[in-house]
């Protein structure tokens, strides 16, 4: 599916490798600096100029770039250090450009088709500029094209032919230091892959290990929805009522409790907001341990629209959901959750660890920051959360997570008929590609496809269940941006894959 991300005064980066059409290619070092041609209009040179910072990586540039081609009010969006990391991390992960064609050049705005080196994924870069006058770019955006410059179908491949190619894959990832976690494939019950690299911890040079836990990110919401769809079945709740049934006026202001219905916090169209706002920022993050303490960030929150009426991903929601839970139930979130999730599946070393307290195998995260020579690492502890919730920030491990899967599909979790619902988008309100705290999507050659994925500084991590192929892909990583390749190659991997497909 085609994304676009154009916005006015926004530097926009949409770096995901290995989507629908790419291939692995071998990994080289880049070429030596080259001149991209393109017309000779004033966008077509400042995307000419772009396209040299993107292809070189070389962060002197970059800094000559944001000075003197972006306008006043781009540049100080963010500080010059934010400019130059996503310099950086453009470069890190595409390892250079090659430049196919031009499809757009005028004056004021100018696109290039062009090949990553590393993944050989087509993409479209596009610089807009402010004025025929000034000829400063106001806004950049990238996004991936249509269909691959090459016509020629991708091979067809055997089962094993897809897990060897999937290891290669990671194997070079790995060894361009681009990935640092562990990766899982299976199909029904039988384990076909499952690889680690990396460290857990780089001060005292720990490896990871197949059962280490990584953080999951926002994956904790499809736990937190399970929770819900349980009690739900019990007639404890419904999905139907709305958010004041269960909860005060202080979570809420009971004009919008009484407009929000546990379904609009399910699958983000409730019209709030993020938890994660400039005042936990300015917050020690030993204030957020229980579920009540984050009541502070959500009860002044105001409506962005009608419950409802449009999609707009919210934090705030699922933490309402596990406020809700422990109404309910009368038991901590946690303990719930434990008790009739984690436990049920198997899930041993899956929960909400504190991070100021010795938890045995965990992962640390870590994240590039890129300078004139390289990039060195910063760790994430004083960065995310000390203790996860209802939002994310959990722990848990490939193997759990395969557990959780095989949970989930079994009915050993819910019935047959409410993970029907959880696992089905919601178009009646205004959620296509979410259900109840699961992502959806449907595409030709894959059948369903439902998870979630997971991210921050030093997280990244992915859940994808392919119900009518019977494959599970796990993939968790302690490095930024580190799961996005490897979900998309296995994708494009078992878009080729020969063998019968398993129906759930």
């Known amino acids: 599916?085609?994304?676009?991300?154009?916005?006015?005064?926004?530097?926009?980066?949409?770096?995901?490798?290995?989507?629908?059409?790419?291939?692995?290619?071998?990994?080289?070092?880049?070429?030596?600096?080259?001149?991209?041609?393109?017309?000779?209009?004033?966008?077509?040179?400042?995307?000419?100029?772009?396209?040299?910072?993107?292809?070189?990586?070389k962060l002197s540039l970059a800094r000559a770039f944001v000075k003197e081609s972006m306008s006043e009010s781009f540049r100080t969006m963010v500080p010059m250090e934010a400019h130059l990391h996503e310099f950086g991390l453009f470069h890190d992960l595409t390892r250079g450009l090659e430049l196919i064609s031009v499809p757009e050049c005028n004056e004021l705005a100018a696109t290039a088709l062009v090949k990553y080196r590393f993944s050989g994924e087509i993409w479209n870069i596009r610089v807009e500029l402010e004025s025929k006058s000034s000829h400063l770019v106001k806004a950049i955006a990238t996004w991936p094209a249509d269909r691959p410059a090459d016509p020629i179908p991708l091979p067809k491949l055997t089962g094993q032919q897809v897990v060897d190619e999937l290891a290669r894959y990671v194997d070079k990832l790995a060894q361009a230091d681009l990935f640092s976690g562990v990766v899982l494939l299976a199909k029904a019950d039988k384990l076909l892959l499952l690889k680690v690299y990396g460290q857990a911890s780089k001060s005292f040079s720990i490896p990871n290990r197949l059962d280490t836990k990584f953080n999951l990110g926002s994956m904790n919401k499809m736990f937190t929805a399970v929770a819900i769809a349980q009690l739900v079945e019990q007639g404890k709740l419904s999905y139907d009522h709305p958010v004041g049934d269960y909860l005060g006026s202080d979570w809420l202001a009971p004009e919008i409790a009484g407009k929000v219905k546990v379904a609009h916090l399910l699958c983000h169209t409730s019209g709030l907001g993020n938890i994660f706002t400039e005042r936990f920022q300015k917050s020690s993050r030993t204030l957020y341990r229980a579920?009540?303490?984050?009541?502070?960030?959500?009860?002044?929150?105001?409506?962005?629209?009608?419950?409802?009426?449009?999609?707009?991903?919210?934090?705030?929601?699922?933490?309402?959901?596990?406020?809700?839970?422990?109404?309910?139930?009368?038991?901590?979130?946690?303990?719930?959750?434990?008790?009739?999730?984690?436990?049920?599946?198997?899930?041993?070393?899956?929960?909400?660890?504190?991070?100021?307290?010795?938890?045995?195998?965990?992962?640390?995260?870590?994240?590039?920051?890129?300078?004139?020579?390289?990039?060195?690492?910063?760790?994430?502890?004083?960065?995310?959360?000390?203790?996860?919730?209802?939002?994310?920030?959990?722990?848990?491990?490939?193997?759990?997570?395969?557990?959780?899967?095989?949970?989930?599909?079994?009915?050993?979790?819910?019935?047959?008929?409410?993970?029907?619902?959880?696992?089905?988008?919601?178009?009646?309100?205004?959620?296509?590609?979410?259900?109840?705290?699961?992502?959806?999507?449907?595409?030709?050659?894959?059948?369903?496809?439902?998870?979630?994925?997971?991210?921050?500084?030093?997280?990244?991590?992915?859940?994808?269940?392919?119900?009518?192929?019977?494959?599970?892909?796990?993939?968790?990583?302690?490095?930024?941006?580190?799961?996005?390749?490897?979900?998309?190659?296995?994708?494009?991997?078992?878009?080729?894959?020969?063998e019968p497909k398993g129906e759930e």
């Open 1 to 57: 599916m085609k994304r676009i991300a154009i916005q006015s005064m926004a530097f926009v980066f949409l770096c995901q490798l290995a989507v629908r059409h790419s291939h692995c290619e071998s990994l080289e070092k880049p070429s030596a600096s080259q001149q991209f041609s393109l017309p000779d209009t004033p966008a077509g040179r400042q995307l000419s100029r772009l396209l040299q910072v993107y292809d070189t990586g």
């Open 291 to 498: 579920v009540e303490d984050y009541k502070p960030l959500v009860a002044d929150q105001k409506l962005a629209f009608e419950p409802g009426m449009k999609w707009q991903y919210s934090n705030a929601g699922f933490l309402l959901l596990g406020a809700i839970i422990e109404k309910v139930t009368g038991q901590s979130y946690f303990d719930y959750v434990c008790e009739n999730v984690f436990e049920p599946a198997g899930m041993k070393d899956s929960d909400s660890y504190e991070m100021d307290r010795p938890v045995p195998n965990l992962a640390i995260g870590y994240d590039k920051e890129f300078n004139d020579n390289g990039y060195t690492f910063k760790n994430n502890l004083f960065e995310h959360l000390i203790k996860g919730c209802p939002a994310g920030g959990g722990f848990s491990t490939a193997g759990d997570l395969l557990k959780f899967s095989e949970a989930l599909r079994s009915g050993r979790l819910v019935s047959a008929a409410t993970r029907d619902v959880l696992l089905s988008p919601k178009p009646e309100l205004n959620s296509q590609t979410y259900g109840y705290g699961f992502e959806t999507e449907k595409e030709e050659g894959l059948g369903r496809i439902v998870g979630h994925s997971g991210g921050f500084t030093g997280i990244s991590s992915r859940l994808d269940m392919y119900l009518d192929l019977g494959y599970t892909v796990a993939v968790l990583s302690n490095y930024s941006h580190g799961s996005q390749a490897i979900v998309g190659k296995a994708k494009q991997l078992l878009r080729q894959c020969s």
